[in-house]
């Protein structure tokens, strides 16, 4: 076991520099969040890995996109809307086989009274389904195609999430070469 105090490139660098070589060069793909120090100390110390940004956090991003783009449809509802509004947030956010019978129906009315909300869930599922691509290829096309989607809907935080998808596209693509997450250290 390895501990150090920090998260910046240098102490990642201190334990990946650390690892005898035959380990550095057999090392294929490095599953992180997409922070900068990680990714930097990754392709300074292990030029020859992929890099693998983790599920959890591309889904964590969205999250928080939706719900700025809530708030933003919760400051234009009249009140009846803005009622329906309220207490959204894990309804969102949540897959839809985990949500009790009331909740479901909660849900069908407020995608069915606000389409701008209906459409954030709409493309929320379908970023969902990037995971399931075989191909690196595959992934990149369906990257593209989901941010053209978020970019004709309009809004804002949504569209601003794309661009960091597209920023981020070979490090979610390469989860098709390396099936890896983070999900064990988390």
Known sequence: ???HEGRKSEVLCLFLDALPEPTKHGIL???????????????QSLPNA????????????????MQNQRRVEFRR?????KKLLKGSRYLL??????????????????LAENSNINAMYLLKEQLQLLW???????????????CRLAEESGLLYIKKFATSLQSHKT????????????????
């Open 29 to 43: 793909a490095v599953a992180i969040d997409m922070g900068l120090a990680y990714q930097k100390a990754v392709k």
């Open 132 to 146: 399931q691509c075989q191909t690196f290829e595959g992934m990149a096309t369906a990257i593209d195609d989901w």
């Open 77 to 81: 509802a009249n009140a009846s809307a």
């Open 1 to 3: 076991i390895w501990v």
């Open 93 to 110: 956010i949540r897959n839809q086989e985990n949500l009790s019978d009331k909740q479901k129906i909660k849900l069908a009315k407020l």
């Open 171 to 186: 490090g979610i693509c390469n989860y098709a070469k390396h099936p890896l997450t983070t999900a064990r250290i988390e």
């Open 50 to 65: 992929d890099i693998v940004f983790d599920r959890f956090h591309v889904m964590q991003n969205f999250s928080k996109a």
